[in-house]
């Protein structure tokens, strides 16, 4: 059996206060001959948008912004449009 997943501080997703919400941030522009670029990151081998959980009394623009500084070393940006969506992922606590 696989040990549980612990993010870069070493914390299980139990650890974190539920429930537990997420941002990632979608950092568009137009690149090389008007193309559409999005700024990515590389974790460890993985590429992803950066992102984040957020904190108690931390708004979405907030954890976004804390994501492009700690995660993409971007600083400077603000959200200029907030989506959410929901994902309801099964755990086998049945979560």
Known sequence: ??????????????????????VDTAVL????EGALA???V???????????FVHERETLAQ??????????DVEGLA???CTCSTTRIATTEGG
């Open 79 to 81: 959200p200029a449009n």
């Open 42 to 52: 590389d974790d460890e081998g993985s590429l992803r948008l950066p992102g984040t």
């Open 1 to 22: 059996m696989s040990s549980p997943y612990r993010d870069s501080s070493g914390h299980s997703l139990v650890d974190y206060p539920r429930p537990s919400v997420a």
């Open 38 to 40: 999005a700024l990515i």
């Open 29 to 32: 522009t137009f690149g090389y």
């Open 63 to 72: 954890a976004s912004m804390r994501a492009l500084r700690s995660k993409a």
